[in-house]
């Protein structure tokens, strides 16, 4: 186990509502990242957090948002849901600001689907 | 965005033949990662190797990183059925502020 707890686990939601999805990362762990795996397809990079404040972003639309507090745990909000958003979330963290040069410790995830 | 690309997409052995997967990237890295993950569930990192380095031992893993062919390989020796999973690399992309992941290896392992 990696100590990054994710919930909920599953949920499901229609087109148009809005979700948060929450990340606990590791103790320690300063930094969090969101991914979104589409069934089939490698984990997709949304963004990351550093110390409450966002310093990297994927190639998502606006309607993804996120926050860091102080403790370090995330969310991750999603406004008018698509159906191509339904896929499995993924919170990883780790205790650098730059996470590319390091391990990433992930939680198992909430997996979203979209009516 | 630089990222890398597994190769093969999908993999089937028999318990205790070995398991090689590829990945290759397309600019200059510090280090690559490889990961598992089993079905629906969450990444675990299994090891990462430094640009620095060529080859790479964890347990019944090796890695190789070929820096001048944009290359590395994961091979899993004596394979059991616990294996079968979906195996992932992954490079910082430029500037190193996230991890991206290839679309992975699925690897099956027959009992």
């Known amino acids: 186990e990696t100590g990054v707890t994710q919930s909920p686990t599953h949920l499901i939601k229609t087109r148009g509502q809005q979700v948060t999805l929450r990340c606990s990362s590791q103790s320690g762990h300063n930094t969090v990242s969101w991914y979104q795996q589409a069934l089939g397809q490698g984990p997709q990079f949304i963004f990351q957090?550093?110390?409450?404040?966002?310093?990297g972003r994927g190639n998502f639309p606006p309607r993804f948002s996120g926050l860091q507090f102080p403790n370090y745990s995330s969310e991750l909000n999603v406004n008018a849901l698509e159906l191509d958003d339904s896929a499995l979330y993924l919170c990883?963290?780790?205790?650098?600001?730059?996470?590319?040069?390091?391990?990433?410790?992930f939680g198992e995830g909430s997996r979203l689907t979209v009516l | 965005s630089q990222q890398g690309e597994e190769d093969p997409q999908a993999l089937s052995i028999q318990e205790g033949e070995n398991a090689t997967m590829n990945c290759s990237y397309k600019t200059s890295i510090n280090n690559l990662q490889w990961y598992r993950q089993n079905s629906g569930r969450g990444l675990v990192h299994l090891i990462l190797?430094?640009?620095?380095?060529r080859e790479k031992h964890s347990g019944r893993l090796r890695v190789t990183l070929d820096t001048s062919k944009k290359s590395s390989s994961l091979l899993i020796t004596a394979s059991r059925a616990a294996d079968t999973a979906s195996y992932f690399c992954?490079?910082?992309?430029?500037?190193?502020?996230?991890?991206?992941f290839g679309a992975g290896t699925r690897l099956f392992v027959k009992a």
């Open positions: 990883a963290s780790s205790s650098t600001s730059r996470i590319g040069t390091g391990e990433l410790f």
């Open positions: 957090y550093y110390r409450e404040e966002e310093n």
């Open positions: 992954a490079t910082p992309n430029t500037g190193g502020f996230k991890t991206i």
């Open positions: 190797i430094r640009s620095n380095e």
